[in-house]
């Protein structure tokens, strides 16, 4: 997604090929997201960006209302009033609510969890259809995709770079990484030092539950982290939210996590899990501040970084990738990315 999206950005406006390793883009953390839009994912810095890029999800007709609920027990009453004051500051539409509430939004819920925060904006998204949108963007616009094409090299010329890739070397004035759990690597090629990008594996289980989950049930979430689960297409969608540090790699999912996730649902409702029907897990990659990393590397600013995308890279992929296209072209701001701080994603943090 990170790739498509800021390649479509650019390609109107410069020449660019796109080298993606495997045989076709999307295989890795883009084709294993939970596929949702939600203010509040990924800290209060990362808000900005989800809600600028509300507007073209929506436009395009890539979002679909669903809404969501935190929920927590007797004792989270200070989190939830805490993440309503704190997310509020920056924008998101959240309130507060009560047992009456919760039990309306999500049937034969237990009764240890009593209180929660409503936020109606969330939505889910077309993952598979945005990623294609903006590859047919970039198509269009001239630019070439090269599957099979993984990095093997980086050698730096007097102006630019040249890149072995699957056999064949490029010429490049400008390298842009945005390679995922891979981006540290890649920087290794380039000779520049890493940022410290730690990939961290994350699981998904598809469930068959009864009874079915209504259709127009909330994405529910654990103010303290512990799960979310959602509808799709009568079955469930349901994470443990699981963090386990991994090398970058083709991520597959573990027992244990499958297990955990099962038995903290069942912890919240009452339903019977009839069968696991489908299990997967992707890397979530994120910079040491879990702030996403968009900008010249001060160390070499013929390399653009383009990477921490963690666990929002989906829902923030609009406006991250035209204002990285900004960045890159020297490009002044437009209605979109007027209200961004690039300062707060420059990988300048990271350097001395
Ligand atoms: C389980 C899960 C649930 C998630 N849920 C959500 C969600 O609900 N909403 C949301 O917004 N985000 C979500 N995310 C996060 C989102 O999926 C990621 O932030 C996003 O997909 C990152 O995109 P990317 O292009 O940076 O990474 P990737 O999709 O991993 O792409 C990186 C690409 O770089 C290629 N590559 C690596 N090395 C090389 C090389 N040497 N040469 C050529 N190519 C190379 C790889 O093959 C890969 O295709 C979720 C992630 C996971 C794992």
Redesign the pocket.
Same mark, same amino acid.
């Given at each position: 997604? $990170? *790739?498509a999206s800021l390649g479509a950005e650019l390609a109107p406006h410069a020449s660019i090929l796109m080298?993606?390793?495997?045989d076709r883009? &999307? %295989?890795?953390?883009?084709?294993?997201?939970?596929?949702?839009?939600e203010e509040c %994912?990924g800290g209060p810095e990362v808000v900005p960006l989800t809600l600028a890029s509300g507007p073209y999800l929506r436009d395009h007709g890539f979002l679909r209302r669903r809404g969501a609920v935190y929920v927590g027990r007797g004792s989270d009453a200070g989190a939830l009033d805490a993440f309503v004051e704190r997310f509020r500051a920056r924008g998101a539409t959240i309130e507060r609510i009560g047992r009456e509430v919760l039990e309306a939004h999500i049937p034969g819920l237990r009764p240890a969890w009593t209180g929660g925060v409503w936020e109606p904006a969330c939505s889910d +998204?077309d993952v598979a259809g945005l990623h294609a949108h903006y590859l047919a963007r970039f198509a269009r616009a001239g630019g070439t995709l090269r599957t099979r094409?993984?990095?093997e090299r980086l050698d730096r010329t007097g102006d630019g770079w040249v890149v072995a890739?699957a056999g064949a070397e490029f010429q490049a004035a400008l390298l842009v990484n945005? $390679? *995922?759990?891979?981006a540290d690597? +890649?920087a290794a090629l380039a000779g520049v030092p890493a940022v410290g990008i730690s990939p961290l594996r994350?699981?998904?289980v598809q469930l068959r539950v009864a009874p079915s989950p209504p259709d127009d049930m909330p994405l529910v979430l654990d103010i303290e982290g512990g799960f979310y689960f959602r509808p799709e297409n009568g079955r469930l969608w349901l994470?443990p939210q699981d963090e386990t540090p991994s090398a970058p790699c083709d991520a597959a999912p573990e027992e244990l996590a499958v297990a955990e996730a099962i038995d903290r649902l069942q912890q919240v409702v009452d339903w019977r899990v009839e069968a696991v029907e489908r299990k997967w897990? *992707?890397?979530?990659?994120f910079a040491p501040d879990r702030r996403p990393i968009y900008g010249f590397d001060p160390a070499d600013p013929s390399l653009f970084w383009f $990477?921490g995308? *963690? &666990?929002?890279? +989906?829902?923030?992929a609009p406006a991250a990738a035209r204002l990285g296209a900004q960045l890159l072209l020297g490009a002044s701001r437009d209605g979109m990315t007027a209200g961004l701080d690039p300062e707060l994603y420059s990988p300048a943090r990271f350097r001395p």
């Open positions: 997604m $990170a *790739g080298l993606e390793a495997e883009p &999307g %295989y890795h953390a883009t084709g294993r997201s939970a596929a949702f839009w %994912y +998204i094409g993984r990095v890739a945005a $390679a *995922g759990a891979w690597g +890649i994350r699981t998904v994470s897990a *992707g890397l979530r990659s $990477a995308q *963690g &666990g929002f890279g +989906i829902q923030t």
